[in-house]
């Protein structure tokens, strides 16, 4: 995965694209990274927990965002659905920009 995405950041920068172009196609990027990854997360965090907090916001802190989040990668089955998406995200976007000549 590694590869396929310094392969990609590598093309962004070589290309002849302004500044402001890159940036934006790195912003869009990102949302999509993080497009498939929340999802993921959510879906593997531990409701009782979840929509409590989701009832009293209030309670939120950073250490019960971070025990959500942790929990939700425990045992695997997150990360691995996450990696198998990304990967997936990682060899569309390397078509799109080479439709787009960025290469």
């Known amino acids: 995965m590694d590869v396929k995405l310094n392969l990609i950041v590598n093309k962004i920068e070589n290309s002849k ?3 402001v172009e890159k940036n934006l196609l790195y912003r869009q990027f990102v949302q999509g990274i993080q497009l498939i990854v929340w999802p993921i997360l959510v879906k593997h965090m531990p409701k ?8 009293n916001p209030e ?3 950073i250490e019960s965002y971070t025990s959500l989040i942790t929990r939700a990668l425990e045992g695997g089955q997150a990360f691995t659905e996450i990696a198998r998406n990304l990967d997936t995200y990682l060899v ?7 439709q787009a000549h960025i290469v």
Do not use: G, P, Q
């Open 48 to 55: 009782n927990i979840l929509h409590t907090l989701a009832d």
């Open 92 to 98: 569309r976007t390397n078509a799109v920009l080479a």
């Open 59 to 61: 309670h939120l802190t």
């Open 17 to 19: 694209l302004k500044t």
